[in-house]
């Protein structure tokens, strides 16, 4: 069964950039896989900020921006802030028309 | 501004069936796919399925044989039955609409525990 990994956790100093990544453990992500991230705070919804890709969500700023690095989906944060720090999941679609979370990043600035 | 609220029990006995209702307001459930996520505690989040307006659905492969999805749409409301639940299955669910090959509007998310 195919996983979809990223980076356990990363630290980021307030104004830095960081990039996060979700991969495969078997094959390459590709726009196919039409990858979205989301930042989610415990306790609350999960907020929808890429999809398809690279398409920022409706008010998310600019600092936030997706691509496809090698053979893996990122999501860039550049100038972090405060209140970036956060869960960070990739979804990408697979074959069957099934979608499948990442194992989740959580992004501290600090 | 679409908006979905989960409801249904907070706690369900091991062995029973745990049922999840999501209603739709702002905005009409027909022409799009809606979808049931969990997060167990301490856990990743899950894709659970989604259904169509129509009432297809597509399941996680690795819930599929305890999992059913139904949709309502004169209350404009969407639904989770989930059999034969054990400890596992405790976990936050949410419901949220499919945009596009994404996920653009969400629930607060339930917890539901598995406990007797």
């Known amino acids: 069964q195919t996983v979809v990994t990223q980076e356990p956790s990363f630290s980021v100093s307030p104004g830095g950039t960081v990039t996060l990544t979700c991969g495969l453990t078997?094959?390459?992500?590709?726009?196919?896989?039409?990858p979205s991230w989301y930042q989610h705070t415990p306790g609350q919804a999960p907020r929808t900020l890429i999809y398809?890709?690279?398409i920022r969500s409706s008010g998310v700023p600019d600092r936030f921006s997706g691509s496809i690095l090698g053979n893996k989906a990122a999501l860039t944060i550049a100038g972090a802030q405060a209140d970036d720090e956060s869960d960070y999941y990739c979804v990408l679609y697979m074959s069957s028309d099934i979608y499948v979370f990442g194992t989740g990043t959580k992004v501290t600035v600090l | 501004q679409v908006q979905l609220q989960e409801s249904g029990p907070g706690l369900v006995k091991p062995s029973e069936t745990l049922s999840l209702t999501c209603t739709v307001s702002g905005g009409s459930i027909n022409n799009y796919f809606w979808s049931w996520i969990r997060q167990p505690p301490g856990k990743g989040l899950e894709w659970i399925g989604y259904?169509?307006?129509?009432?297809?659905?597509n399941y996680n492969p690795s819930l599929k044989s305890r999992v059913t999805m139904s949709v309502d749409t004169s209350t404009n409301q969407f639904s989770l039955r989930l059999s034969s639940v054990t400890a596992a299955d405790t976990a936050v669910y949410y419901c949220?609409?499919?945009?596009?090959?994404?996920?653009?509007?969400w629930g607060q998310g339930t917890l539901v525990t598995v406990s007797s």
């Open positions: 949220a609409r499919f945009g596009l090959y994404s996920l653009d509007y």
């Open positions: 259904i169509y307006y129509s009432g297809s659905t």
């Open positions: 078997s094959g390459s992500v590709s726009t196919s896989h039409y």
């Open positions: 398809t890709t690279n």
